[in-house]
């Protein structure tokens, strides 16, 4: 066994492969490759007969290792991922979009690349405000955030759709903006994702990010209600039924979004998509590592 041993502490972990290629995956190679650089690496650590190593042996390592096989681009991003993280620059992701565009799939994946490990939903959110606030006393949050425009009042002159959507979105952001309190006052990298992030009504402080993703239009939108159906207990119908009103409520959100600066990315191939938000994440955390 390979004991990787921490130059300030001395602490020793044993050497896993595992680890390896998730943080290999962070340059933008797909994960068999990771694996596979991971496994050269190993096996070059085997062949020098190290029965210790230290993490900036590894990274050498691996960094040469991507230039052996031509991947100079991937090898840099490796690099700078790696030294945003010896720095302990915290990072924050925030995902919004209308329903079913696939949010929690891409903050999925982010963490994974990341290596982020708090992955919050909205929804869970929004579901411990309905545990302590009665219907009676705020029934927009009770409801789906399309449907919440009958059960609100809209005044007149304003979409009402929009409306309650707006209503449900203000109240589930109190619970957004502390978890984002926490995060901020322990250092902690996450990624919060829901139909509750909505450019403009939440704050952003140094290194939180937010993305909205979109679908190009409402025949992709039905493929993913249909998709979730056939491994979740969320079937189909209520989404398919409403899917010109959560239309409605994607053209209002990236309207938003342009207002504001805030990218939208679509999400057609879902690589194409986590692959859109690492780049411009790698640009505006740039200063970080310079
Ligand atoms: N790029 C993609 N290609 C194919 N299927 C996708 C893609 N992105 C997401 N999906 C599928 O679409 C479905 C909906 O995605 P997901 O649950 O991530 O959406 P969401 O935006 O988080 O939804 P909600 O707001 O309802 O929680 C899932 O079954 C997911 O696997
Ligand atoms: O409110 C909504 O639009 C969705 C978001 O995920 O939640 P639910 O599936 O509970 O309707």
Known sequence: MILVVDKETGAKLPFSRGILTRSITLSGVDVGVAYAIASA?????????????????????????????????????????????????????????ATGVGKSTIATELAFRLGILSIIGTDTIREVLRKVIARELLPDIHVSSFLASNVVNAPRGIDPLIYGFETQVKHVSVGIKAVLERSRREGLNAIIEGIHVVPGFIELDENEFMYVITVPGRESLLAHFYERARYSPRGAERYVKNVEKIMRIQDYIVDRAKELGIPVIENVELEKAVTAIMEDLMKRLKKEVD
């Open 41 to 97: 690496v190993q096996k070059e650590l085997i062949k020098r007969g190290k029965r210790f190593v230290t993490t900036d042996e590894i990274r050498e390592l691996t960094y040469s290792t991507l230039i052996e096989r031509g991947l100079r681009e991937e090898a840099e991003r490796y690099l700078f991922w790696r030294t945003l993280r010896r720095r302990k620059v915290r990072l924050t992701v925030l995902l919004g979009g």
